[in-house]
């Protein structure tokens, strides 16, 4: 089956700089690779995503890469503030009827005034 | 639009008793409905997938008669907990698709189950 790794587990940024989270994924079949942030104690919320015959997309501060050959694919927060300071799930799916996604172990994203 | 809710948010309940969470898609009709379970600092575990009017389809590893699931109709979706104990305590989370496979998943916003 598909197996969804993000890295880093943690992420620290000063406020103002970027940050950078990466996944990858075992099934060539997936083509639905959503991104979704959630704060403490609340439900995940989609923030961006991404379709196989996209290389990438961009959402104000939020952009999302996708290199379809080298399984990989990731979210980049320009100009951070400390609203973005989160937990960040990756997630791959095959967009089959199942539609089920696989998800990465997640990153804690803290960002510093 | 997509707004998923869940009731109740939290529950707290005795070992041995059972335990019903509902969620329901708001303001569209989801024809597939999914359930998590999330433990602290961790990711989310896929429990199950319903299809309105069919079986839930179980995850490898997840009791089917420990966590029964309904989808009644296509904006709602039910899990009950039977003969809860303390280790199933945990963060339950409920997601809605319009379509498998071309939509997106929405959130419901949690169910904190503590079995004492």
């Known amino acids: 089956g598909e197996n969804v790794e993000q890295h880093p587990s943690t992420l620290s940024v000063q406020e103002g700089d970027s940050a950078v989270i990466k996944c990858t994924y075992s099934?060539?079949?997936?083509?639905?690779f959503p991104w979704y942030k959630q704060e403490l104690g609340k439900r995940p919320q989609l923030i961006i995503d991404?379709?196989?015959?996209?290389g990438e997309k961009k959402d104000q501060r939020i952009a999302v890469t996708l290199n379809k050959t080298a399984k990989h694919f990731s979210l980049h927060i320009t100009e951070t503030q400390p609203e973005d300071s989160a937990v960040y799930f990756c997630?791959?799916?095959?967009?089959?009827?199942?539609?089920?996604?696989?998800f990465g172990a997640g990153t804690q994203v803290v960002v510093t005034p | 639009g997509a707004v998923v809710s869940q009731h109740p948010s939290w529950v707290i309940c005795k070992s041995g008793t059972s335990v019903k969470i509902e969620c329901r898609s708001l303001?569209?009709?989801?024809?597939?409905m999914f359930w998590y379970r999330q433990f602290p600092k961790q990711s989310l575990m896929l429990m199950a997938t319903?299809?309105?009017?069919?079986?839930?389809?179980?995850e490898q590893g997840v009791e089917k008669d420990k966590f029964l699931i309904n989808h009644a109709s296509l904006t709602l979706s039910t899990l009950t907990v039977t003969s809860a104990h303390p280790e199933d305590s945990s963060f339950y989370i409920c997601?809605?698709?319009?379509?498998?496979?071309?939509?997106?998943?929405?959130f419901g916003p949690g169910t904190r189950l503590t079995v004492l």
């Open positions: 997601s809605a698709s319009r379509s498998a496979g071309t939509d997106t998943q929405y």
């Open positions: 099934d060539s079949a997936s083509n639905y």
């Open positions: 991404i379709r196989s015959n996209v």
């Open positions: 997630a791959a799916s095959k967009g089959d009827s199942w539609g089920k996604f696989q």
């Open positions: 303001d569209f009709q989801a024809t597939t």
């Open positions: 319903s299809n309105e009017g069919s079986k839930a389809t179980y």
